[in-house]
C-alpha cells in the first residue's frame, strides 16, 4: 500500500495485529492434529471460556463472517422454518443468500429506527407469524447484529428485552459480533453481559475485522445446539484443515486486553474525525457515531474534492461511509477534514 493513499474503506482493510502473527509463527512449529482436534484449539476453548464466564462454551474456528453466520443459523434451524431480523441486517443482504442456503429458512426483515429491531415490533410481528399454521413457515430464530451494519449499538436492556420476546415466541437468539470488540469497548460491558446473560444463544464472533488474519468463531452456549456444529461446518466447508492458525490467533486474541485497546483506538478515532466533521459549515452527519463507523452527507463540492485527493472511502445511496481503524493515520484524518473544509470554504 503506496503511503500516501489514507483509506476509510472498512476495518478490513487493515493489517494484522503483531502479536497476532507471532501466534501464528509460534504455531508453525512441529505437526499438529487437523480439523480442530489440535491442542490450539483446545487452548482456544479455554480462553473463550474465562473471557465469557461460561464452562459449557463451545467455541468452533473458522474463516469467514458470512460461513459463521450461515453455520450458527443452522443450528438452530428446522426444516420449514423462518429467521427474524432487521430489514437492514447483513444476513439479509450481503451474504447472497448464504443463510437461506444453509439454513433452507426464510428471511423475514423487520423495520426499525436506527438500524435496530424494537422489542414491541418484534412482540407484533411474532404474534402474527401464524405458529402451528401449517401453511406458515416457522420462526425458530432472531438475528441481532450487535453492532447493526449501520454502526449503531442495543443496551444490553434492548438485547435482553429483544431475547425475552424472542424465547417467549419459541425463538433461538443469534448475535451477529462481526465488530464484537467495538461494542464492546463501546459499552464498557463484559462479552458475558453481551452475550449469554442478555438471552443470546449463539453468537458470531468477528475477530478479522479487529486484527486478525481471517479468523472468526461461532460461539454456542448449548451442549446439544454444539453437538450439531461440527456436522453442519463439514457440511458447508467450514471446516478448515489446518484450523491450528485460526485458533492460535484467537486464543492469542483474548490472551489480554490489545483486542480491546484496538477497538477502543478505533471508535475514539471515529468519534474525533465525527466532532471535526460536525463542525465544517455544509457537513451532515447522519445519525451518531457509537463506533468506529461514520456516515456523512457531503455537499457535492466536499465528495468531488475528496475523490480528488488520496482517500478511499464508500459512498452508500446519499451519504459517504468512513471506517475507523486502530492505526488510522493521524495525518490522514487532518487531511481528510482540510480537504473538506477546503472545498467548502
Ligand atoms: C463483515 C461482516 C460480516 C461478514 O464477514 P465476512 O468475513 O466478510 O464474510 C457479517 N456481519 C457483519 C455485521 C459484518 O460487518
Known amino acids: 500500500m503506496s503511503a500516501e493513499v489514507y483509506d476509510f474503506r472498512s476495518d478490513n482493510v487493515g493489517g494484522v495485529a503483531p502479536e497476532l502473527l507471532e501466534a501464528l509463527l509460534a504455531a508453525n512449529r512441529g505437526t499438529a492434529a487437523p480439523y480442530g482436534d489440535d491442542d490450539f484449539t483446545h487452548a482456544m476453548t479455554a480462553r473463550f471460556r474465562h473471557a465469557f464466564e461460561h464452562d459449557g462454551l463451545v467455541a468452533f474456528p473458522l474463516a469467514t463472517g458470512t460461513g459463521a453466520n450461515a453455520v450458527a443459523l443452522a443450528s438452530l434451524a428446522n426444516p420449514y422454518g423462518a429467521i427474524y431480523c432487521h430489514e437492514t441486517a447483513h444476513i439479509n443482504v450481503y451474504e447472497c443468500g448464504a443463510p437461506e442456503l444453509f439454513t433452507g429458512a426464510k ?49 444490553i436492556d434492548e438485547l435482553t428485552h429483544l431475547s425475552e420476546v424472542a424465547h417467549r415466541h419459541g425463538l433461538l437468539v443469534h448475535l451477529d459480533g462481526a465488530r464484537f470488540a467495538n461494542a464492546i469497548a463501546a459499552l464498557g460491558c463484559s462479552p458475558a453481559e453481551m452475550t449469554w446473560r442478555a438471552g443470546i444463544d449463539v453468537v458470531s464472533f468477528g475477530a478479522t475485522k479487529n486484527g486478525a488474519m481471517n479468523a472468526e468463531a461461532v460461539l454456542v452456549f448449548d451442549p446439544a445446539v454444539a453437538a450439531r456444529v461440527p456436522f453442519l ?34 471508535n475514539a478515532n471515529a468519534a474525533r474525525l465525527a466532532q471535526r466533521l460536525q463542525a465544517i459549515r455544509g457537513v451532515e452527519l447522519s445519525g451518531k457515531v457509537e463506533i468506529n463507523m461514520l456516515f456523512a452527507r457531503l455537499p457535492d463540492a466536499a465528495v468531488a474534492a475528496l475523490d480528488c485527493g488520496p482517500f478511499r472511502y464508500y459512498k452508500l445511496g446519499l451519504d459517504q461511509r468512513f471506517v475507523c481503524r486502530h492505526d488510522q493515520e493521524p495525518a490522514g484524518m487532518d487531511l481528510l477534514v482540510t480537504t473538506i473544509e477546503g472545498a467548502l470554504a
Open 107 to 155: 428471511l423475514v426483515g423487520l423495520a426499525g429506527d436506527g438500524y435496530k429491531l424494537h422489542a414491541a415490533a418484534l412482540d407484533a410481528a411474532l404474534a402474527l407469524a401464524g405458529r402451528g399454521n401449517a401453511t406458515r413457515v416457522q420462526p425458530f430464530a432472531l438475528n441481532l447484529t450487535q453492532p447493526t451494519d449501520f454502526g449503531t449499538l442495543y443496551s
Open 233 to 266: 461446518m463439514k457440511r458447508g466447508g467450514q471446516v478448515v484443515s489446518k484450523a491450528r492458525f485460526l485458533s492460535a490467533q484467537l486464543e492469542r486474541y483474548l490472551a489480554d486486553d490489545r483486542w480491546l485497546e484496538r477497538a477502543r483506538r478505533s
